[in-house]
C-alpha cells in the first residue's frame, strides 16, 4: 500500500481510474451515475475518468436500455479489443505463452522451446516469444499493455525480482527489468501457483469467494492462498511452499536438498519412484517409465499403478486436512497437470480429508478439481496484467 497517498493528486486519479474501470468491468453495461453510486466518486470525477477511458479505447459507451420517454441512457461496457496481454509460463524447457484482449479471451497462443537456462539466454527467447506471438495475432507493439510472466521459485513480485528458481538455479535475478528494457513494455513476475490463483480468482472458480486453496498438482506441489479476498504471500513473499512441507523426515530425497517432503511423494518424480518400488515388490505388472505410462496402468486396472496413486493420494489429503483445519477455507481448488490421474489420486485425499479435518470444517469446504489444460499456466500469467489494469493498488496485497 502506498506510504503516504494523501495530496499525491497523480495517485489518487490512477486509483480512482482502476476503481471505475474494475466496476465496468464486473458489471458489463452501467451508466455513469450508477458508477458514481457504488464506488462513492462524485459524478464530475467519474465523468472525467470515462472521458479519458474512452479516449483510450479501453471502454465505449452504448445507447440502450430503457427509452421510455425521455433520453436513451448511456451505458457503459469494457472494450475487449482496447488493448492485448501476454502471459509466459516459464517451464525447465519451454515457455508456454499465450495472447489475450482485455476480457482474457485467448487469441493466439505457441509453445518455445528455450535456449538455455542463462538469465540473458532467457531473456533473449522471451523476447522472440513476445515478437511472434504479436505477429501470430496481428497485433500492433503499441496494442501490447504488458506481459506477465509466470514460473516456479520464491519471487519477489513487488520487485519483479526471481529471488531463489529451484529449476534454473537463480538467486536474486530481476527478470522484470531484464525484459522491460528489451520489449519496451510493462512486465510483471510472480509465481506460476500465484498467477493460477489469480485467474482463478477473476474468471475460474474462486470468483466471489473470500477464503480459498490453490493447489497444484504435476512435477511439484504448490499452493496459492486467498483469505478474506486478499492474496496472503507471508513476509518476503515465499508463503505456500505446500509441496516442502515434511511429511517423514527419513523419507525420500526432495529435489529441495531435505528429506520427506509432501513433494517427493505426490510430484511426478516421487510418483515415479514409488512406481519402481511397487515394480519391485512385483506390485506393478509394467515398467512406468513416464507418468502418462503410469496413469495409463492404473486407468487399466494395475493394481500396483493404483496403489501408488492411493497413497500419493492419502498423503496429499493429510496434508489438505491440516489445512482445512488452519484456513478453514470455503473452497479447495485443484489444478495442475496431475489432476490427469483423476480419481485414482483424488478418491483417497477425499477420503483422507474426511478422515483426519475437524468434522465441522471438513463440512464447510467444496473441494473444486478442475479442467486442466497446458494454456492454463499461460492464461493465469496474463491474468497478471489484467489484474494491474483493473484493480486498485489499494485493493491488492501489500
Ligand atoms: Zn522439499
Known amino acids: 500500500m502506498p506510504t503516504n497517498p494523501i495530496g499525491n493528486k497523480a495517485l489518487i486519479r490512477a486509483l480512482n481510474r482502476s476503481t471505475v474501470l474494475n466496476m465496468i468491468k464486473t458489471n458489463d453495461l452501467i451508466a455513469r451515475a450508477e458508477v458514481a453510486r457504488r464506488t462513492g466518486l462524485s459524478p464530475a470525477t467519474v465523468t472525467s475518468i470515462t472521458v479519458d477511458l474512452v479516449r483510450d479505447n479501453l471502454i465505449f459507451e452504448k445507447a440502450t436500455g430503457d427509452s421510455s420517454g425521455g433520453r436513451r441512457p448511456i451505458l457503459l461496457a469494457i472494450n475487449p479489443h482496447g488493448g492485448y496481454v501476454i502471459g509466459i509460463k516459464l517451464t525447465e524447457t519451454q515457455a508456454i505463452s499465450a495472447l489475450t484482449d482485455l476480457e482474457a479471451n485467448i487469441i493466439t497462443k505457441g509453445t518455445d522451446t528455450l535456449s538455455g537456462h542463462s538469465p540473458e539466454k532467457v531473456v533473449e527467447d522471451l523476447v522472440k516469444t513476445v515478437s511472434s506471438l504479436l505477429d501470430q495475432g496481428g497485433i500492433r507493439k503499441k496494442q501490447l499493455l504488458g506481459v506477465g510472466i509466470g514460473l516456479a521459485g520464491i519471487i519477489d513480485a513487488s520487485r519483479g525480482v526471481l529471488r531463489q528458481s529451484p529449476i534454473y538455479k537463480w538467486q536474486d535475478v530481476p527478470l522484470k527489468d531484464m525484459l522491460q528494457k528489451r520489449i519496451n513494455a510493462p512486465v510483471y513476475?510472480?509465481?506460476?501457483?500465484?498467477?493460477?490463483?489469480?485467474?482463478?480468482?477473476?474468471?475460474?472458480?474462486?470468483?466471489?469467494?473470500?477464503?480459498?486453496?490453490?493447489?497444484?498438482?504435476?512435477?511439484?506441489?504448490?499452493?496459492?492462498?486467498?483469505?478474506?479476498?486478499?492474496?496472503?504471500?507471508?513476509?518476503?513473499?515465499?508463503?505456500?511452499?505446500?509441496?516442502?512441507?515434511?511429511?517423514?523426515?527419513?523419507?525420500?530425497?526432495?529435489?529441495?536438498?531435505?528429506?520427506?517432503?509432501?513433494?517427493?511423494?505426490?510430484?511426478?518424480?516421487?510418483?515415479?519412484?514409488?512406481?519402481v518400488e511397487a515394480r519391485k515388490n512385483v506390485l506393478l505388472g509394467f515398467e512406468a517409465k513416464t507418468i502418462e505410462d503410469l496413469v495409463r496402468l492404473a486407468n487399466e486396472g494395475d493394481p500396483g499403478a493404483r496403489q501408488v496413486y492411493a497413497q500419493a493420494g492419502e498423503l496429499l489429503g493429510r496434508s489438505i486436512a491440516n489445512l482445512v483445519n488452519i484456513f478453514n477455507p470455503s473452497r479447495i481448488i485443484l489444478n495442475g497437470e496431475g489432476t490427469r490421474a483423476g480419481e485414482w489420486i483424488f478418491g483417497p485425499m477425499k477420503e483422507a480429508i474426511q478422515c483426519h479435518a475437524m468434522p465441522a470444517l471438513a463440512s464447510d469446504v467444496e473441494i473444486i478439481i478442475d479442467r486442466w489444460g497446458d494454456d492454463k499456466w499461460a492464461y493465469g500469467a496474463a491474468s497478471l496484467v489484467l489484474r494491474e489494469l483493473f484493480e486498485s493498488p489499494v485493493h491488492r496485497e501489500a
Open 189 to 275: 513476475l510472480d509465481n506460476d501457483v500465484n498467477t493460477l490463483t489469480l485467474a482463478e480468482r477473476w474468471y475460474g472458480s474462486g470468483q466471489k469467494v473470500d477464503n480459498f486453496l490453490t493447489i497444484t498438482i504435476g512435477r511439484g506441489v504448490g499452493m496459492g492462498i486467498v483469505v478474506n479476498g486478499r492474496f496472503y504471500r507471508g513476509a518476503s513473499g515465499g508463503a505456500g511452499e505446500l509441496g516442502h512441507t515434511v511429511v517423514d523426515p527419513e523419507g525420500p530425497l526432495c529435489e529441495c536438498g531435505k528429506h520427506g517432503c509432501l513433494e517427493a511423494y505426490v510430484g511426478d518424480p516421487g510418483l515415479l519412484r514409488s512406481a
